[in-house]
């Protein structure tokens, strides 16, 4: 069975630009959260969607936003590129709230 | 919000040891995660472990709900267990978010 997938795996992008992320859950989970890590630090909470619907919402700016395709697959968006955007960015994908299982990550550099 | 603290945050060990990680939570939690991140960043699930105890393999882990902690325990450590080790812990229904620690670094020399 097909973990959680995420593309691409590394992305260098400029300042200013915009960049689209994809995240597709395991088979059956309805349930796609997207974290940030950055270098030295553990992931933190960006967005949680469930069944379409945001269910959480983290501390970052306006930037950001994500959306839920009717197939459970998942897009984060980021506009407007800081340099501080670097980051790891990993999508998990959850059956109901519970255990959650984590993608690869896409390695984002803006440069 | 909820703090989670792991300690320590640095362990060397040899090949063989065995290690304690520690993970301190600030409130009652519904979901806690341990996870095992590789070199190329991913995280590998070790555990989910909201109460009581578990095992696997040469791995197992311990939490305390009532006291707000969770422990990792690692026997007879290999190289391949280097890396870094995370718990992650989810507050009450409805927040819908782990909250990760600032995470265990493990190196495990041959």
């Known amino acids: 069975d097909a973990g959680v997938t995420q593309s691409p795996t590394h992305l260098i992008k400029t300042r200013g630009q915009h960049v689209t992320l994809r995240c597709s859950p395991i088979?059956?989970?309805?349930?796609v959260s997207w974290y940030q890590q950055v270098l030295g630090q553990g992931p933190q909470f960006i967005f949680q969607y469930y069944e379409k619907e945001e269910r959480g919402r983290g501390n970052f700016p306006d930037r950001f936003s994500a959306r839920q395709f009717p197939n459970y697959s998942s897009e984060l968006n980021v506009n407007a590129l800081l340099l501080g955007d670097s980051a790891l960015y990993l999508c998990?994908?959850?059956?109901?709230?519970?255990?959650?299982?984590f993608g690869q990550g896409t390695r984002l550099t803006v440069v | 919000g909820i703090q989670v603290e792991q300690s320590p945050p640095d362990l060397i060990l040899q090949e063989g040891a065995n290690s304690t990680l520690r993970c301190n939570f600030s409130d009652s939690v519904n979901n806690l995660q341990w996870f095992h991140q590789n070199p190329w960043g991913q995280l590998i699930n070790l555990f989910y472990i909201p109460s009581g105890t578990k095992q696997n393999g040469r791995l197992s882990a311990t939490t305390v709900a009532t006291e707000r902690y969770s422990l990792l325990y690692i026997s007879s450590s290999q190289t391949t267990d280097s890396g870094v080790y995370f718990c992650?812990?989810?507050?009450?229904?409805?927040?819908?978010?782990?909250?990760f620690g600032t995470g265990t670094r493990l190196k495990v020399l041959a």
């Open positions: 998990a994908s959850s059956l109901s709230y519970r255990e959650a299982f």
């Open positions: 088979s059956g989970h309805k349930s």
């Open positions: 992650a812990v989810e507050g009450s229904i409805g927040t819908y978010k782990y909250i």
